[in-house]
């Protein structure tokens, strides 16, 4: 296996995983940014982690945006689904977000705007579809995928990425993920094929075409280009976003123009971001806090979630005692750091110096070399 790309490794160094359980169900989550911005919450596919949107993460929230990822947690139907991440959004005192869905996670971003329309202010959908039915007709055994093997889940899982030779980017991208699946259970592997077979539809959404965009490859994807089309012909009004190549994981592969396409997007629905928050933020603590910016009573449409009466987690220690307190797994800081920021700065300045000096030394080489073929010998 590849070694991990270096700025993942640094942002695993600065940026904590939170854990939290919910319901018995445990939640994998990065939040960064500051806590006074509306939240972009990234929601990945069936191959995909929280850390698959790592350089989301880095790049929007040192421009002042609040950049949530999340892992799907085991729910076995679209139903528990809509209903978990209410609960989870409540715990977080998170009203109103702004879903960015790949793949798998379009179809659940869109899934929830239908069923809690009131909180969903804005969709950027990527290789999304509309409908499960095609998946369900290719896997005939779905009903026993809860007792298949966890080596053939994944088998089957990496069989829809593309064999065969791919731009740099692409198969860099393509090695992340296959480690990432390498990471995930049975239960995670199993759960999200039942909700990608599983057969249901979107119907109508209470969202204006003016408040989605629609990010779609030109090249290969793993989501037929018939179900991409039926997202283009259900949202005409929906801003386009197409990326020439990408393959199925652009987050990755074409970073740089995804997070350009996030920025105006956010910037298109009303999201103003805060970059002078970052080190305000920073330097008190971390931003731990996380007040409503929507709803100051803490509390989404069902409620509290610290309901006494709620089951308690069967998860690591300190977790069963049913508080719903993050487990931090990563440094005490909730965002970016101050020294972050100053190593950053350092860190391009040294870049700079570096490029100049090699562009210096090979306009001198080339002048040498041009004076070396005018002499006659």
């Not at 049975?186 to 989605?212: H, Q, T, W």
């Not at 190549?245 to 999201?271: A, I, K, M």
């Not at 391009?348 to 570096?354: A, C, Q």
Request: proline fraction near 7%; glycine fraction near 6%.
């Amino acid at each position: 296996m590849s070694p991990a790309p270096g700025d993942y490794v640094y942002f695993k160094s600065q940026v904590p995983l939170h854990k939290i359980f919910i319901e018995n169900k445990q939640w994998r989550y990065y939040d960064f940014g500051p806590k006074t911005v509306p939240p972009l919450i990234c929601i990945p596919g069936i191959a995909g982690t929280t850390d698959v949107y790592y350089k989301q993460i880095m790049s929007l929230s040192m421009k002042g945006y609040r950049v949530i990822s999340v892992d799907v947690p085991h729910v076995w139907s679209h139903h528990e689904w809509a209903h978990a991440f209410e609960k989870f959004l409540d715990t977080l005192s998170i009203y109103h977000v702004h879903l960015y869905g790949t793949s798998l996670g379009g179809f659940l971003a869109l899934v929830f705007a239908q069923h809690r329309p009131r909180r969903v202010k804005s969709l950027v959908l990527s290789n999304a579809f509309l409908e499960t039915h095609k998946f369900a007709a290719s896997m005939p055994w779905s009903s026993v995928v809860n007792w298949t093997p966890s080596f053939l889940l994944k088998r089957y899982i990496l069989s829809g990425i593309r064999d065969g030779p791919h731009e740099p980017f692409i198969a860099d991208s393509v090695d992340f993920v296959v480690a990432q699946v390498e990471t995930l259970t049975r239960e995670d592997l199993s759960s999200r094929l039942k909700l990608n077979v599983n057969v249901a539809s979107v119907g109508p959404l209470l969202l204006s075409d003016s408040f989605i965009t629609i990010m779609d490859t030109n090249d290969y994807c793993a989501i037929p280009q018939q179900l991409k089309d039926q997202v283009s012909e259900r949202f005409p009004g929906a801003s386009q976003a197409i990326l020439k190549t990408g393959g199925d994981f652009p987050f990755l592969s074409r970073s740089d123009e995804v997070n350009l396409y996030l920025q105006l997007h956010l910037r298109r629905v009303g999201v103003e971001a805060q970059p002078d928050k970052v080190q305000d933020s920073l330097e008190d603590g971390g931003g731990d806090d996380t007040s409503n910016y929507d709803n100051p009573s803490g509390h989404g449409e069902s409620g509290a979630t610290d309901d006494p009466q709620q089951p308690e987690p069967m998860g690591p220690s300190g977790a069963s005692n049913g508080n719903l307190q993050p487990e931090y797994t990563g440094p005490s800081d909730h965002s970016l750091n101050a020294s972050f920021l100053r190593r950053e700065t350092g860190s391009m300045k040294v870049l700079d110096s570096l490029i100049h000096y090699r562009a210096s030394f090979i306009y001198r080489h080339i002048v040498a070399v041009q004076h070396c073929k005018s002499i006659k010998i």
